[in-house]
């Protein structure tokens, strides 16, 4: 029953979704000395970095497009002709490479763990409050 509903159901889905994130980063984090080893990341899909306090959302610069003829203004202070859209472009990766080739940053699996927590706990909280809205709809103390 309480599955049924679409908003214990995104709860449940963001949840494990974050689980999963936590398994990766931790991963991250266990081989931060590992020769060659590169650090992975899993993204939702749906979810626009540039909306939240990503590490993406630091890496994504803004630069202005004209659509019909291709024509990228590298310069902010440069003139954009009438009627010219706003886009984002990725940079790529933030980070360096050792010289035993590992690429983690220790410093950065850290903020995206705690975040990653933060973001857990928000949606624990907020399937906790729905389940005790439930229960006093139905006549049962919360």
Not at 6 to 29: D, G, H, I, P, Y
Not at 70 to 86: I, Y
């Amino acid at each position: 029953m309480i599955h049924d509903l679409s908003t214990f159901a995104a709860l449940k889905q963001r949840m494990r979704f974050l689980q999963s994130r936590q398994k990766v980063l931790a991963e991250n984090v266990a081989n931060a000395d590992t020769p060659g080893y590169k650090p992975k990341d899993i993204a939702q899909i749906g979810i626009d970095p540039a909306t939240r306090g990503s590490d993406a959302a630091r890496r994504m610069g803004t630069v202005r497009y004209n659509q019909a003829a291709n024509l990228v203004v590298t310069n902010p202070m440069h003139l954009a002709p009438a009627g010219q859209g706003a886009g984002s472009v990725d940079k790529g990766a933030s980070y360096e490479t050792r010289p035993s080739g590992n690429a983690v940053n220790l410093e950065d699996e850290m903020l995206k763990v705690s975040q990653n927590q933060i973001d857990y706990q928000t949606a624990a909280n907020l399937y906790q409050r729905g389940l005790a809205t439930l229960k006093t709809a139905l006549g049962r103390r919360a």
